[in-house]
């Protein structure tokens, strides 16, 4: 799964900290000196996970937020997020061959006969199949939201299990308080850690790593 690869090309730079999870490279590089900064903190969004697809993942993060948070950064939770982001990958690979295969055939049969029996009309076929990709696109994407939140659901609560209630209510705590003092104002209504994380997945380029993803799409935060 191919997630946020414009980001993660960018990150060319010797990372701060490394972690190994079961043969997948997790990099950890600091946002404060990047064009990114001010592009994402100005939005309220502090980390980024990216991906090549190749089980390399690197982590884009501004420095005070990372203090604020690295407990929810260890590698034990990583592990766990990791987990999320591979079921994501293959559910949305799934869904897609779902959808995609059967649209193409009917679309080639549809295409062949009108040609044979009613080429007059062959127009009115192809905006007729075009209204229909964009009805099953939409579709799509609902059902795959869904299903990710649904993900996300439960890898809140099996990283709640691995830190602790306490733990975990701390890091929410200490979330708050960072965007509290950072944008000195308390209309912020920061997510938890893993429901940011939950958007973030939601809204980034989900591709198996063999296709040619979406290079210009927008990544949020963790």
Do not use: C
Request: aromatic share 12%; proline share 4%.
């Amino acid at each position: 799964m191919r997630l946020n690869p414009k980001v993660f090309k960018a990150l060319t730079g010797d990372p701060f900290a490394v972690q190994e999870i079961d043969g997948q490279r997790v990099e950890f590089h600091y946002m404060d000196d990047t064009p990114y900064l001010e592009q994402y903190t100005a939005r309220g969004r502090f980390a980024i996970w990216t991906s090549d697809g190749k089980g390399n993942y690197k982590v884009l993060i501004q420095s005070q937020y990372y203090e604020a948070l690295k407990p929810f950064y260890e590698q034990g939770v990583n592990k766990i997020w990791l987990g999320f982001l591979s079921k994501v990958g293959t559910m949305s690979r799934k869904v897609n061959m779902l959808f995609l295969i059967p649209t193409m055939v009917v679309y080639a049969i549809a295409v062949v006969l009108f040609s044979i029996f009613w080429e007059e009309q062959i127009m009115i076929l192809l905006i007729v199949m075009l209204a229909s990709v964009i009805v099953t696109n939409m579709f799509q994407s609902r059902y795959v939201n869904k299903k990710v939140k649904e993900e996300n659901n439960n890898t809140q609560e099996a990283i709640k299990a691995y830190v602790g209630e306490e733990e975990f209510s701390a890091l929410v705590k200490n979330q708050e308080t960072f965007f509290a003092e950072y944008f000195k104002t308390e209309e912020v209504q920061p997510e938890t850690p893993a429901e940011s994380e939950e958007q973030e997945v939601i809204e980034a380029d989900i591709e198996p790593s063999e296709t040619n993803s979406n290079e210009e799409d927008d990544s949020n935060d963790k």
